[in-house]
């Protein structure tokens, strides 16, 4: 509860057992669950396929790369599961349709999402995390994409969206980053 209630990703960066760095993004939490019925905060959490860590930040790599920053649409259906794809973001239904309709949507109504940088891919197992930057609508913005990789395919997603305030605003000189 950060000035009213939120849903976050924090990443921690430790030296000699000590944490030295810490970047978050957060997000107003929403009051109802997503279209197909998913909150921000549900589905499973344990990691598994540890042995297909590096394929996995891979896939999620090459999928930020050809969807979000170079807008190659057509390559979507192959990374995801057809419409057994689980979503939760509080904005997108399921499945690979629910996806195309809510980013056709967007674009429609001027906020086209456009990533121009990832600045990590960090994983463990089937569970990877993405952090990038880019704008919304036209806004910068920093995205926070955690994906559940499931035989080769995402198969769930979650996100936290957050404005990146102007640099006179900043309370550091660190940057979101």
Known sequence: ???GPKIGFDVFRF???KIVEHWDNLQEKPQKPGP???TML???TEATDRDRTAANKALVASLLDDLLVNGRMEKLPAYFDGDRYVQHNPAVADGVSGLGAAMAEMAKHGMAMKYSKVHRVLGEGNFVLAVSE???GGTPTSFYDLFRV???KVAEHWDTIETIVAKEQWKN???KF
Do not use: A, Q, R, V
Request: no cysteine; net charge negative; aromatic share 10%.
């Open 134 to 136: 880019g704008t919304l």
């Open 150 to 152: 499931e035989g080769g």
């Open 36 to 38: 197909s019925g998913h």
């Open 173 to 175: 000189g660190n940057g």
């Open 15 to 17: 030296e000699n057992g």
């Open 42 to 44: 549900d589905g499973p």
């Open 1 to 3: 509860d950060f000035f």
